[in-house]
């Protein structure tokens, strides 16, 4: 590396608050928001202990039920949001201080497979509530598809962003062209295929995450009926031949709701705050082990594991819903 800052704080910088989402539709949670209300809830006190949480919430029915759950522990913001999905509907957050600006990219449903009231106006509506400028990109980019080490690289897969339902009239380079014009990185590194039924097609942080500079954890396969195993290992293989340190951790192994089809559970979607990791976990005997290994990894954090079953039914998990605002 030449030694070029990126623009884009890596998420253990220190932050200012963290935002989170609320469950409002129904129909997106089979009907059902409390298991993923409950879930959320305690995300929500765990990560208070650490960073100020503001919770965007999209309608009246939301606030009342926010009110009763969280409204002690953090500060209940009422915007526009189709669901809680923040990363990828929320702003990126770019600079630091008085240089802070909120990137607003154009969000398109996962390709339109997703397409909720609310979600368009999200990242403007956050950017004002947190008074800072915006710069609006005619590209569409979800925050859960990059991920960065503050030092110029940026991780990526080709599935999600070379897909023809997101940017379907540019090319690779072009694409790495804006990613450097937005973030100020200078290596775009590109992993293949994200999990198995991950509507996201394929979000990077699903399966592989930065931990420090030039350091990047991933996930090995756990159990002999992983429905990952091969993409995991080509996961870690190409990682390993960017010439990256690298560690893994197990997956949650085969995650389903009782017809045997596997969604699209992962250790790697933990959320980086102030003095703590906030993990989620499914399936006692590999979580152990995940959170063993994510201790160590993160000496001088509070590695705090929480039980997100009820937020994957919505098809994600702790960072998919949360945003950081650098100080």
């Given at each position: 590396?030449?030694?070029?800052?990126?623009?884009?704080?890596?998420?253990?910088?220190?932050?200012?608050?963290?935002?989170?989402?609320?469950?409002r539709l129904a129909e997106e949670w089979g009907g059902e928001l409390a298991p993923a209300r409950a879930d959320i809830a305690a995300?929500?006190?765990?990560?208070?202990?650490?960073?100020?949480?503001?919770?965007?919430?999209?309608?009246?029915?939301?606030?009342?039920?926010?009110?009763?759950?969280?409204?002690?522990?953090?500060?209940?913001?009422?915007?526009?949001?189709?669901?809680?999905?923040?990363?990828?509907?929320?702003?990126?957050?770019?600079?630091?201080?008085?240089?802070?600006?909120?990137?607003?990219?154009?969000?398109?449903?996962?390709?339109?497979?997703?397409?909720?009231?609310?979600?368009?106006?999200?990242?403007?509506?956050?950017?004002?509530?947190?008074?800072?400028?915006?710069?609006?990109?005619?590209?569409?980019?979800?925050?859960?598809?990059i991920d960065v080490d503050g030092e110029g690289r940026l991780l990526?897969?080709?599935?999600?962003?070379?897909?023809?339902?997101?940017?379907?009239?540019?090319?690779?380079?072009?694409?790495?062209?804006?990613?450097?014009?937005?973030?100020?990185?200078?290596?775009?590194?590109?992993?293949?295929?994200?999990?198995?039924?991950?509507?996201?097609?394929?979000?990077?942080?699903?399966?592989?995450?930065?931990?420090?500079?030039?350091?990047?954890?991933?996930?090995?396969?756990?159990?002999?009926?992983?429905?990952?195993?091969?993409?995991?290992?080509?996961?870690?293989?190409?990682?390993?031949?960017?010439?990256?340190?690298?560690?893994?951790?197990?997956?949650?192994?085969?995650?389903?709701?009782?017809?045997?089809?596997?969604?699209?559970?992962?250790?790697?979607?933990?959320?980086?705050?102030?003095?703590?990791?906030?993990?989620?976990?499914?399936?006692?005997?590999?979580?152990?082990?995940?959170?063993?290994?994510?201790?160590?990894?993160?000496?001088?954090?509070?590695?705090?594991?929480?039980?997100?079953?009820?937020?994957?039914?919505?098809?994600?998990?702790?960072?998919?819903?949360?945003?950081?605002?650098?100080?």
């Open positions: 590396m030449t030694g070029l800052k990126s623009f884009l704080a890596p998420e253990w910088a220190p932050q200012a608050a963290l935002w989170a989402g609320w469950p995300f929500i006190h765990a990560a208070g202990a650490h960073v100020p949480v503001k919770v965007a919430i999209g309608s009246d029915e939301a606030m009342a039920s926010a009110l009763a759950a969280v409204g002690g522990a953090a500060e209940l913001v009422r915007i526009p949001t189709g669901d809680i999905w923040l990363r990828d509907t929320g702003p990126i957050i770019t600079g630091q201080g008085a240089a802070r600006q909120a990137q607003v990219f154009r969000f398109n449903g996962w390709g339109g497979k997703y397409l909720m009231d609310g979600d368009a106006g999200t990242a403007a509506a956050l950017a004002g509530h947190e008074a800072l400028p915006t710069r609006t990109h005619d590209f569409v980019l979800e925050g859960g598809g990526t897969t080709r599935q999600c962003l070379l897909n023809p339902n997101r940017n379907p009239l540019l090319s690779e380079d072009q694409i790495e062209g804006h990613l450097r014009a937005a973030f100020g990185v200078e290596q775009i590194l590109w992993l293949g295929d994200g999990l198995a039924n991950d509507h996201t097609d394929g979000h990077v942080d699903n399966i592989a995450r930065f931990i420090g500079p030039g350091h990047v954890l991933c996930q090995h396969p756990a159990g002999p009926d992983d429905p990952n195993t091969d993409v995991l290992r080509e996961i870690e293989r190409t990682l390993a031949a960017a010439g990256l340190m690298v560690s893994a951790i197990p997956s949650p192994g085969r995650i389903h709701f009782g017809d045997g089809v596997p969604v699209p559970a992962s250790h790697m979607n933990f959320t980086i705050t102030n003095g703590a990791v906030l993990v989620p976990i499914y399936e006692e005997r590999y979580s152990a082990v995940a959170l063993a290994g994510l201790k160590a990894l993160f000496p001088g954090r509070d590695v705090i594991g929480l039980p997100a079953r009820g937020i994957l039914a919505g098809g994600g998990s702790f960072h998919c819903m949360t945003r950081e605002i650098p100080v």
